[in-house]
């Protein structure tokens, strides 16, 4: 009765059994003789061999999501294994994020289809980090999987740690922290207020490189991995090449406040037969129930031949502001690309004022501007209110007339911006806002530029949106240095951010010449 309640709220479809065998702390042997231990849900009354749908997650087989996902979807029929990866909550060896999930994967895969209880045929299914490691999988498997059912995720997450080039400190700082203590934290997650308080301090500590001390008071080492390196440094662990050419059928969800939502859409872009659902969410549990009834949806479409359920357009995304569901058949959907130039005195507008100059401002990297809601692991994500902020001195606006009408923009945003500074170095944040009659500034898309001593005019790849601006509010574009502590300050030196502890106050100049893209839909 209580997992009957529980599929309820979750909007699951009424379940097939009640009746669930759980094996627990199966061993599966690794080449290297390491073993990773899993459970295995089975629904009872089901005769002979079924297949599996495998969960790879680092977060513990008893932490609430894993038996979320493992008792919904066996009472949907489905059997399910859910894996600890290597290194955590009993599962042997060390754990290294992103980098042993392939051999691990693959070694799972081969285990599970040699069961007497696995008729051959495998799925995966599984969110955030469980995600990655289907695309740790699914791609170089000889015998393809049969589903794919991925949860605000992306192949290449390692894209994430660097977003424009710079480092997403509170994200990274977060995540590595999380993984350090959980296994000694009750139900598998630090709740603790101290904790919390100490982790959110800990992202103002110079020098960067020894944050994780502050933070949990032990290194960890994947936080000084991705201090210390670029991107390249992590090659091996970004999928997106091999994913191009994936033809597993697989099923996305994510969300316009997604930290992953740029990669999770160029995957499914890259993809032959895939579906998306961008909904209203961030990496939340509004995502993670969405997910569960997409991958119910696309399980009984690939593994009981549902046809019923592959009804649907390729794109499903919900217009923000607008309280609907719109489909389309590729992303991006049809929208007229259309520019919004920046101009003196705060003006913002559909025509370019031809007025020459330029406005000015001056980040401090001891007092950077702040974080205030976006994309975030954690946190006050989403939508909040940015009049506090936009007050400030290094926080440049610009405003456009009230709109005449509703205005849908749906699609890629990208900000091209006439810039220079004193020093040569900087960050470029750039961010879209609506603002209602009552002069409520509310965020709605944006993305961040790590410059280069030479530039002059630069483009910044705001985050996609689907989002309504309704008749009689106005657009707004802040522009700044820094977003701290979701990025990592910009010290003004060039010093890596890894050792540096000083800074110097760096001068923006901001031309008029400035302009953003919307994709205006159609």
Not at 237 to 243: G, K, L, N
Not at 331 to 339: L, N, V
Request: hydrophobic share 40%; charged share 20%; glycine share 12%.
């Amino acid at each position: 009765m209580i997992g009957r309640l529980i599929d309820r709220l979750m909007g699951l479809p009424q379940a097939r059994t009640d009746a669930v065998t759980v094996t627990r702390n199966l061993r599966v042997p690794m080449p290297d003789g390491t073993l990773l231990l899993a459970d295995r849900y089975r629904p009872q009354g089901v005769a002979g061999p079924l297949p599996v749908v495998l969960i790879r997650t680092p977060y513990g087989r008893a932490n609430l999501e894993s038996r979320l996902l493992g008792g919904a979807l066996s009472r949907q029929g489905f059997q399910v294994v859910a894996q600890s990866v290597r290194g955590t909550f009993g599962s042997g060896g060390t754990f290294m994020p992103f980098a042993q999930e392939r051999a691990d994967g693959l070694a799972t895969a081969a285990w599970l289809r040699a069961q007497p209880w696995c008729d051959g045929r495998l799925a995966t299914a599984g969110n955030s980090y469980g995600g990655y490691t289907q695309w740790a999988l699914g791609p170089y498997l000889e015998q393809p999987l049969s589903a794919m059912c991925l949860g605000i995720t992306a192949s290449g997450l390692v894209n994430t740690f660097y977003p424009g080039g710079t480092l997403a400190l509170h994200n990274l700082l977060g995540w590595s922290s999380l993984i350090t203590v959980q296994e000694s934290a009750p139900l598998g997650a630090p709740i603790s207020p101290l904790y919390h308080r100490k982790v959110e301090r800990a992202k103002r500590h110079l020098p960067l490189a020894t944050a994780d001390l502050a933070a949990v008071g032990r290194p960890s080492a994947f936080f000084r991995d991705v201090v210390d390196h670029d991107r390249a440094f992590w090659a091996e662990s970004d999928h997106s090449p091999a994913a191009a050419g994936l033809t597993t059928p697989a099923s996305m969800v994510s969300g316009w406040y997604d930290i992953f939502l740029p990669e999770t859409i160029a995957d499914f872009a890259a993809g032959r037969n895939n579906r998306i659902t961008i909904g209203p969410w961030g990496h939340d549990a509004g995502a993670i129930r969405a997910g569960l009834i997409d991958a119910v949806s696309w399980l009984r479409a690939h593994l009981m031949d549902d046809g019923a359920q592959l009804r649907r357009a390729p794109v499903r995304l919900h217009l923000q502001n607008a309280r609907q569901w719109l489909d389309f058949d590729s992303w991006p959907p049809p929208a007229t690309p259309t520019t919004l130039h920046l101009g003196p005195r705060g003006g913002l507008g559909w025509e370019a004022t031809g007025e020459p100059g330029h406005d000015s401002f001056v980040h401090d990297p001891a007092d950077p501007a702040p974080t205030v809601g976006g994309p975030l692991l954690g946190g006050k994500g989403g939508q909040r209110d940015q009049r506090e902020l936009e007050r400030r001195r290094d926080v440049l606006v610009y405003t456009s007339a009230p709109l005449p009408r509703d205005l849908d923009l749906v699609g890629p945003v990208t900000a091209r911006v006439a810039v220079r500074t004193d020093t040569g170095f900087g960050d470029l944040f750039v961010r879209l806002c609506d603002v209602d009659q009552a002069g409520l500034s509310r965020n709605v898309t944006d993305g961040v530029l790590r410059l280069a001593p030479d530039d002059d005019e630069v483009t910044v790849e705001l985050f996609p949106t689907g989002y309504r601006f309704l008749r009689g509010h106005r657009l707004r574009v802040q522009v700044s240095g820094a977003c701290f502590p979701r990025f990592a300050r910009n010290h003004g030196t060039g010093e890596p951010a890894a050792s540096a502890v000083a800074g110097k106050r760096v001068s923006y100049e901001i031309g008029h010449t400035s302009a953003l893209t919307l994709p205006v839909l159609t």
